[in-house]
Every structure is written in C-alpha cells, then in structure tokens.
C-alpha cells in the first residue's frame, strides 16, 4: 500500500513532464516537415553539383584572349 502512495504521484509528474515535452516540441516547430529534412542535403549536393558544372561549362565556351586570331600579324 505504501508503494501505491509513492508511485501514482510518481507517475503524475511524469505524465505531465511528457506533455509538457510535446507541447513544447510542438511549438518549437519540431514537427513541421519530417518527411524532407533529410534529403535537404542530397538535394543540397545535387543543386550545388549541378551550379559547379554549369560554371565549368560557361568556362569552357568563353574564348580566351590568346585563342583568338589576331589580326596584327602579317604573313610575309
């Protein structure tokens, strides 16, 4: 009997900590979008690879100074 008067009070504060936990989660925003944060960052990469290679590309279809014929030159 003695335990019944330690435990049900025992497991009302525990009760209300665990409510209090998810109330809080929950206004913290910790369940907003639980479906994508974890491929946020392979999308990252992708985005990230992609801008890389766009920028190589554009690199190598710019001509440089030395590539184009110079009109300076006289053939004698």
Same mark, same amino acid.
């Given at each position: 009997? *003695?335990?019944?008067?330690l435990l049900?009070p @025992?497991s @009302?504060m *525990?009760f209300?900590v =665990?409510i209090?936990a998810?109330r809080?989660?929950?206004?913290?925003?910790?369940f907003d979008? *639980? !479906?994508? =944060?974890?491929?946020?960052?392979? *999308?990252?990469d992708?985005?990230?690879?992609?801008?890389?290679?766009?920028?190589?590309? @554009?690199d !190598?279809?710019?001509?440089? =100074?030395? #590539?184009?014929p110079s009109? #300076?030159?006289? #053939?004698?």
């Amino acid at each position: 009997m *003695l335990s019944i008067f330690l435990l049900i009070p @025992l497991s @009302l504060m *525990l009760f209300v900590v =665990a409510i209090w936990a998810i109330r809080y989660a929950v206004k913290s925003n910790q369940f907003d979008d *639980l !479906d994508n =944060a974890s491929q946020r960052i392979i *999308l990252d990469d992708r985005q990230e690879r992609r801008q890389t290679i766009q920028a190589h590309k @554009l690199d !190598d279809n710019i001509p440089e =100074a030395n #590539d184009t014929p110079s009109s #300076d030159k006289t #053939d004698d």
